[in-house]
């Protein structure tokens, strides 16, 4: 296969690198690049000089902030290769790369061991039924104990985790153990690493174990489908030995992605449904170049001069330049005009795609991350089933520096919440505030620096305002007269009401139970107007008014002097007036939350959470190590706890927050909250 030609089905490997920061990845790739030709010359991530980290952030921070797409050819095999961010804060651009793959290699550093990334992408992709592959780089890192770092790691994923080559010569070369059946290794004899993996391939063929009995041992090369098979169904999860820097392993993982990791054929079918809610049917899309295209974008990238550009997996059927395609429900299609290959930031344009090519599609504004593309009308219903990503729950209010840009500033931000799945942009009516929300601050502070470096767009920030809310705890009942007379003809308008407190979440009610016309008819909608109006503006501490009901039941009207803003103004002070004789009191948001911490970290977390006016409701342990704290905590309390729950777990804790209820905060609260309006109003 020459590198332009289109690859068969069978020839195409798709790998997505994943794991913790610090993992060598990136620096992984850029040596699979230069083994196979793809570069001439290795790049550095100290030096801002790789192929993957091109993104001048990227180059700045000398971390990988989001997905990169590369490419290179060997045995005969066309390898798509992804490599993706491993800090916490950027993990939705690496989950969204689990959607374009057959094969999850996660990255484990020799020198820093199993890490609660490594732990964490080896779930999402159990979860995703991907074939997994663990890599274990770094290899020559001083002090590195391999033997017990393999005992770790099957300690921590399972039994199923077996070499498929051994460090040797002092971690400067690596032994195979799956064809070869003899040597020796760092570890001692290569017999037994080659047994372990035979048996845990022939167990899911009961064909091969009886032969397995009776010879002794099965020719590897026959073992091609009874390995896929153990792959798909995670029975086996090989474990290579690699040193990205020295070079050491580097051709004999290439190796085992050509010779033995699967093609899109073989890997398990990606989970597309057709239809929507309960009524969606599974449907497993056919890797065929002849069938009618399915399609999906697992990432958007919108650059300021080149536009947007939707990086595509093609799951079935044949795209070329000039192929109809429908995006997700769309009734109306769009025309390719050009197709990409990916190598990082450059792009090669090529005559087509097929199923199980990775592809660039650009300047097509109805693209959108997770759309599915398609060339028949009929398939306007298939989606994906929807990736686990974690709730953007870090906020940062922010305001352009310039009045008259609050447009200008939603256009940016809008283009870069369709490149991040996890970066959410909201005006909050209640405060009045328009916040941005990440996975951390580092995800915001990243999000800032590329408004200014990139968007040339300057945002003042502060931190988002609690949305509290003002109630009532008993009944009350008052009485306003608004009278002006100034020459002419005045303002006259009366109302009497009562208000009654509502079940918490119950919201608003106005009841009108004027009998005798006392207030005409035309005169009540000004009344709730006002008393609307009130509502608004809050009573005791300028927050919104709820779960009240309103009963005007009696009032005055002059004949000439009556008009709409009397009564308005009459409502509005009678209401006022009712509330501060009715309990009022102060609300604030109760979140739900959860947070997941290695075990260590349980007195810490469920100590700070007591200390914030928290609930722990419950815990849970997984075989990981892995905690899952439950319980409640006012919003409050909770505006600084990503840095708090990093203190506690040396950064690997994350949380997730959705609002729960309100309920009336503490006296000591409410009082610092009324003053504080108080000295607003002077």
Request: with cysteine; proline share 6%; glycine share 10%.
């Amino acid at each position: 296969m020459t590198p332009s030609a289109a690859p068969s089905v069978e020839s195409i490997r798709n790998l997505c690198l994943l794991g913790p920061a610090e993992a060598g990845k990136t620096t992984l790739a850029e040596a699979l690049l230069l083994h196979t030709g793809a570069i001439q010359v290795a790049g550095n991530v100290e030096r801002g000089t790789t192929v993957s980290d091109h993104d001048p952030l990227e180059i700045k921070t000398q971390h990988s902030l989001q997905s990169s797409v590369m490419h290179a050819e060997h045995g005969g095999c066309r390898i798509h290769l992804i490599d993706t961010p491993g800090l916490p804060d950027f993990i939705g651009q690496s989950l969204a790369a689990l959607e374009a793959v057959e094969t999850v290699a996660i990255v484990i550093s020799a020198a820093a061991g199993i890490e609660p990334m490594a732990r964490r992408m080896m779930e999402y992709a159990a979860e995703r039924q991907l074939d997994r592959l663990i890599i274990v780089n770094k290899i020559d890192a001083e002090g590195a104990d391999l033997p017990a770092l393999l005992a770790d790691i099957q300690a921590t994923f399972g039994k199923e985790c077996l070499p498929l080559n051994l460090p040797d010569a002092g971690a400067t070369q690596v032994v195979d153990c799956f064809y070869q059946r003899t040597g020796h290794s760092d570890f001692g004899a290569v017999q037994d690493a080659h047994r372990a993996l035979v048996e845990q391939v022939v167990e899911v063929d009961a064909g091969f174990v009886e032969r397995y009995l009776n010879d002794g041992d099965v020719d590897p090369g026959e073992l091609h489908a009874p390995l896929e098979q153990a792959l798909r169904e995670g029975h086996l999860v090989p474990v290579c030995f690699v040193s990205a820097r020295t070079g050491a392993g580097v051709a004999e993982l290439l190796d085992v992605i050509a010779r033995l990791l699967p093609n899109p054929a073989e890997g398990n079918p990606p989970d597309f449904l057709n239809g929507e809610g309960g009524a969606a049917q599974p449907l497993h899309a056919r890797p065929d170049a002849a069938a009618h295209v399915l399609a999906h974008v697992f990432k958007v990238s919108i650059d300021p001069y080149v536009g947007k550009l939707g990086f595509v997996r093609v799951h079935q059927g044949t795209i070329t330049p000039g192929t109809q395609l429908y995006v997700g429900d769309g009734r109306k299609p769009f025309k390719v005009a050009h197709l990409y290959r990916q190598q990082g930031k450059n792009h090669v344009e090529v005559p087509s795609a097929g199923p199980g090519d990775i592809c660039v599609i650009g300047k097509v504004d109805e693209l959108h991350f997770d759309a599915v593309l398609h060339d028949a009308a009929e398939d306007d219903h298939i989606h994906l089933k929807p990736l686990p990503f974690p709730m953007p729950v870090h906020g940062i209010a922010i305001a352009p520096k310039r009045r008259g840009d609050e447009q200008r500033m939603w256009d940016i931000m809008n283009k870069l919440v369709a490149e991040d799945p996890c970066l959410l942009i909201e005006h909050v009516p209640a405060t009045n505030q328009t916040i941005a929300r990440g996975l951390g601050e580092l995800h915001l502070r990243v999000l800032l620096e590329r408004l200014r470096e990139v968007y040339k767009f300057e945002v003042d920030t502060q931190a988002p305002r609690i949305a509290y809310r003002e109630t009532i705890t008993r009944n009350a009942a008052a009485q306003y007269r608004h009278k002006k007379q100034s020459g002419g003809s005045g303002q006259f308008g009366e109302v009497h009401l009562r208000i009654e407190p509502l079940a918490r979440g119950a919201g608003f009610e106005f009841v009108d139970q004027v009998k005798g016309g006392t207030i005409p008819g035309q005169f009540m909608p000004a009344v709730e107007k006002g008393v609307r109006e009130a509502l608004t503006e809050g009573v005791i501490a300028g927050y919104p008014v709820q779960d009240v009901r309103v009963i005007v039941y009696d009032g005055k009207h002059h004949a000439v002097d009556s008009k709409e803003v009397a009564f308005a103004t009459a409502g509005k002070k009678a209401f006022q007036a009712a509330i501060r004789e009715a309990g009022p009191v102060v609300l604030e948001p109760i979140a739900r939350i959860q947070v997941t911490a290695p075990e260590s970290a349980t007195g810490a977390i469920t100590g700070d959470l007591a200390a914030r006016r928290g609930v722990v409701s419950g815990t849970d342990s997984d075989r990981l190590g892995q905690l899952t704290v439950n319980g409640e905590a006012p919003m409050a309390e909770l505006t600084d706890y990503q840095s708090r729950l990093n203190a506690m777990t040396a950064g690997q804790g994350t949380y997730a927050l959705a609002l729960s209820h309100y309920e009336a905060v503490p006296p000591t609260v409410q009082q610092q909250l009324v003053g504080q309006h108080k000295v607003q109003d002077e």
